[in-house]
């Protein structure tokens, strides 16, 4: 069974700090990891990571990928009350019936205060 | 540019009626999904189509169904609503190149 984890499950920090959200997994016929955030609706899409090592970055959001350890990072530096939402981290794997699948990981809730 | 469009927003049944939830996306997408997000829980898939006139189960298909009715829509039937189906639905479509899905902005249905 395909497993993601999230870690930690909460993070309350101050505007202009540093965070950092992980995500590990388990998944068979792994085909690309995302990170969505999801404040009050839909998941939006922020990153797919399909190679390790290498960093995608857009603004103050950064993330990367390591496949031999099964695990992604995302950085978010000079955090803003903005960034308060939940971050979810999905891997994207083939199913047997060769259609691709995501699996959620329960989400990291992000609280920036003021 | 609408995306993928849900309705109802919000719906409250008693338990053992029926409902059907609404999806539709203006992308001419391929594959479309249906998920249910629950308290503390990550995006679970109930299920999905990988293309029109197919659908296939996920990971939580039990008191569901589904029907691929076009291209466009997909829709999310509950034949005798449980309390435990009281979530929020999301609903997403992807089309069958290396690109993320798009979500909808969710039903959030309460069976009493």
């Known amino acids: 069974e395909d497993k993601v984890v999230q870690s930690p499950l909460s993070l309350v920090v101050h505007e202009g700090d540093t965070v950092t959200l992980n995500c590990s997994y388990e998944?068979?016929?792994?085909?690309?990891l995302l990170w969505y955030k999801q404040e009050k609706k839909a998941p939006t899409f922020l990153f797919m990571l399909?190679?390790?090592?290498i960093e995608k970055k857009s603004g103050r959001l950064s993330s990367i990928l390591d496949k031999k350890e099964l695990f992604s990072i995302l950085n978010i530096t000079a955090t803003q009350t903005g960034d308060s939402a939940v971050y979810l981290c999905?891997?994207?794997?083939?199913?047997?019936?060769?259609?691709?699948?995501?699996?959620f990981g329960s989400g990291t809730q992000l609280t920036v205060l003021p | 540019n609408a995306g993928v469009t849900q309705t109802p927003k919000f719906q409250v049944l008693k338990t053992g009626q029926s409902m059907t939830l609404q999806c539709a996306q203006d992308?001419?997408?391929?594959?479309m999904y249906w998920y249910r997000q629950d308290p503390g829980m990550g995006l679970r898939l109930i299920y999905y189509?990988?293309?029109?006139?197919?659908?296939d189960k996920g990971e939580v298909p039990n008191g569901y169904n589904v029907s691929r009715l076009n291209k466009r829509e997909f829709s999310l039937r509950l034949e005798s609503a449980a309390p435990s189906q009281t979530s929020v639905y999301f609903c997403?479509?992807?089309?069958?190149?290396?690109?993320?899905?798009?979500f909808g902005d969710g039903t959030r249905l309460s069976i009493l």
């Open positions: 992308m001419n997408h391929n594959s």
């Open positions: 999905a891997v994207e794997a083939i199913s047997s019936g060769s259609a691709r699948q995501l699996t």
């Open positions: 997403a479509s992807r089309d069958n190149r290396n690109q993320p899905q798009h």
């Open positions: 998944v068979t016929n792994f085909r690309s």
């Open positions: 399909t190679s390790s090592g």
């Open positions: 189509s990988a293309s029109e006139g197919t659908t």
